[in-house]
C-alpha cells in the first residue's frame, strides 16, 4: 500500500506508515527544567535553556521500534563552550538501547564539534566526532536519525554522516527488540565536552539557548515490544528500506574523509585488545 507524502497528524491513521509532523504542545513530555523549556509557534518549535541552577529537556511521549526522525536545531551562539545539545534515540533498562547526536560548544568563533554514539544492550565505546560544513548556530539545519532494521545512518541536512549497519555476526547486537523514546536537552557538560574540561562555561553568558522546531517522526504502527511492527511492506522508496544509494554514499565519504575529527574504529591505543568487531568485520 503506498504513503502518500503529505504530513498526516498521530490521530490519523489513513497510511500504515505513519509519518507524525511533530507538535511539541502534544508529543512531548518536558522532563527536565520546566522553567527553561518554552514552546512557541503554536507547537512547532520549542526552546531549551541552560544556568547556573539547571539545563532543560524533553523527551517524545511516543516510543517507537524502528523509526525517521528529523528536526531542526539552531545550537546556542557565541561562546557556548561546555554547553552540550544533545538529541537522541533510548530505550530504558540497563540493556538500552541509543543513538545519539551531541553537540558539543565552542568559545566565539571556534567551531562546534558533532559527537555521535551507537549504544546496543549497554554496551556503547562507539563515538565519531565530525565538524560541520558551515555555522550551526546562524540557521536552522536538519539533523536525522534513520534506524530501521538494516541500518543506522545520522544525517545532517540529508547528508549521512555515519553509518552502523546491522551486522551478520551475533557478536555485534543490533538495536532491534527495544522500542525508543526521541530525548533532547542542553545541560553544562565543561567537565567533559571541552576536551577534558579544558575551557568551563562562561556563567556570564548564561542563560544558553537552543532552538528546536519542525520535529517529525515516521515510524511504524505498532502496539507492544514484541509485537510484529507494521508498516505496510513499506515500499522501495519507504525509510523503512532505506539504504545509503550510490550518490549519498559519495556524500558520506567526503563527510568522513574532510570532516571527522575522532573515529574509535582508528583508536588503536584505546582498544589494545583489539578493535571492535563492526570495525574490523566486513559485512
Ligand atoms: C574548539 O575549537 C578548538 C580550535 O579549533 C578545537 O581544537 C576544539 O576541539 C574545539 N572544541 C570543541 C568542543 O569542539
Ligand atoms: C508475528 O508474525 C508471525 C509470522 O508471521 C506470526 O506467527 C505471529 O503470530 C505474529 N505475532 C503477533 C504478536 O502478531
Not at 549504544?119 to 536519525?145: A, M
Amino acid at each position: 500500500m503506498g504513503c502518500s507524502p503529505i504530513l498526516i497528524s498521530l490521530s490519523i491513521l489513513s497510511c500504515s506508515a505513519l509519518i507524525l509532523a511533530g507538535d511539541f504542545r502534544k508529543d512531548i513530555d518536558i522532563v527536565w527544567g520546566s522553567d527553561k523549556a518554552k514552546i512557541l509557534e503554536n507547537g512547532q518549535a520549542i526552546t531549551l535553556s541552560l544556568d547556573k541552577a539547571s539545563g532543560s529537556g524533553f523527551e517524545s511521549k511516543a516510543q517507537f521500534l524502528f523509526g525517521k526522525v528529523s528536526m531542526e536545531l539552531k545550537l546556542v551562539p557565541g561562546n557556548s563552550a561546555g554547553t552540550v545539545t544533545s538529541y537522541y534515540l533510548a530505550s530504558k533498562g540497563t540493556m538500552w538501547d541509543e543513538i545519539d547526536f551531541e553537540f558539543l560548544g565552542n568559545l566565539s568563533g571556534d567551531p562546534y564539534t558533532v559527537h555521535t554514539n551507537v549504544i546496543t544492550q549497554g554496551k556503547g565505546d562507539r563515538e565519531q566526532q565530525f565538524r560541520l560544513w558551515f555555522d550551526p548556530t546562524v540557521d536552522f539545519h536538519t539533523y536525522s536519525i534513520l534506524w530501521n532494521p538494516k541500518t543506522i545512518v545520522f544525517y545532517v541536512d540529508g547528508t549521512p554522516i555515519r553509518e552502523f549497519k546491522k551486522m551478520n555476526t551475533k557478536n555485534v547486537a543490533y538495536p532491534e527488540k527495544q522500542a525508543m523514546r526521541v530525548h533532547s536537552s542542553l545541560w553544562n557538560g565543561d567537565d567533559w565536552a571541552t576536551r577534558g574540561g579544558l575551557v568551563k562555561t562562561d556563567w556570564s553568558k548564561a542563560p544558553f539557548t537552543a532552538y528546536y522546531r519542525n520535529f517529525e517522526v515516521q515510524d511504524c504502527d505498532w502496539s507492544a515490544p514484541g509485537s510484529n511492527v507494521s508498516c505496510g511492506g513499506g515500499g522501495p522508496n519507504s525509510w523503512l528500506n532505506e539504504g545509503i544509494d550510490e550518490n549519498s554514499r559519495k556524500r558520506l565519504k567526503w563527510v568522513q574523509s574532510n570532516f571527522i575529527i575522532y573515529n574509535y574504529c582508528n583508536d588503536a591505543k584505546r582498544f589494545r585488545l583489539g578493535l571492535p568487531t563492526e570495525c574490523v568485520v566486513m559485512n
